[in-house]
């Protein structure tokens, strides 16, 4: 089935920094690939998604690029503010084009 | 966004009693539900997806007697976690893929449940 690896695991950044998170997938039937931001004990909520049929996309300070030949996508933050600190997950469908396969998550931590 | 809702969510049970979680579309027909569980500071492993008005699809190393899913319409679906035991112990999430929207991969998620076993 669809493994999506995430990197890094944690990231600590200064105000106004970018943060980078990288995430790969293995089916490369995938098509669809979103980023989830949850805070704790709250439910995720996406913040940008990207399909295959293009390369980026950007929604003010966040963009999302896509390599689909090395299967692998980014979430690009810029000037961070403490209020991006949060679990930011990548996904992406499953085989079946049903589910959502979870990277294992990146905590951020923005320090003012 | 759609609206999902997820109840109850947070809920303390003796062990071996069993818990039935809801998860309802509220302004939307979900043909598809997902559910999940998190454990703390982990990422969200899927359980099971689940159809209207057929047997959920459970993945691998998921015990469908102890999990058991019914989604009996298009705006809900229920996980019962039966003869519970600590090491349920966890956060499970459901999420809905919306039937009429153009971008029907988009996952809406509930609240989430804190199930603790004790």
């Known amino acids: 089935g669809e493994n999506v690896e995430q990197h890094p695991s944690t990231l600590s950044v200064q105000e106004g920094d970018s943060a980078v998170i990288k995430c790969t997938y293995s089916?490369?039937?995938?098509?669809?690939f979103p980023w989830y931001k949850q805070e704790l004990g709250k439910r995720p909520q996406l913040i940008i998604d990207i399909r295959s049929n293009v390369g980026e996309k950007k929604d003010q300070r966040i963009a999302v690029t896509l390599n689909k030949t090395a299967k692998h996508f980014s979430l690009h933050i810029t000037e961070t503010q403490p209020e991006d600190s949060a679990v930011y997950f990548c996904a992406a469908l499953n085989q079946a084009g049903t589910a959502l396969i979870f990277g294992k998550g990146t905590t951020l931590s923005v320090s003012s | 966004g759609a609206v999902v809702s997820q109840h109850p969510s947070w809920v303390i049970c003796k062990s071996g009693t069993s818990v039935k979680i809801e998860c309802r579309s509220l302004?939307?027909?979900?043909?598809?539900m997902f559910w999940y569980r998190q454990f703390p500071k982990q990422s969200l492993m899927l359980m099971a997806t689940s159809n209207e008005g057929s047997k959920a699809t459970y993945e691998q190393g998921v015990e469908k007697d102890k999990f058991l899913i019914n989604h009996a319409s298009l705006t809900l679906s229920t996980l019962t976690v039966t003869s519970a035991h600590p090491e349920d112990s966890s956060f499970y999430i459901c999420?809905?893929?919306?039937?009429?929207?153009?971008?029907?991969?988009?996952?809406?998620f509930g609240q989430g449940t804190r199930l603790t076993v004790v």
């Open positions: 302004d939307f027909q979900a043909t598809t």
């Open positions: 999420s809905a893929r919306a039937l009429i929207r153009v971008s029907s991969t988009e996952a809406f």
């Open positions: 089916d490369s039937a995938s098509n669809y």
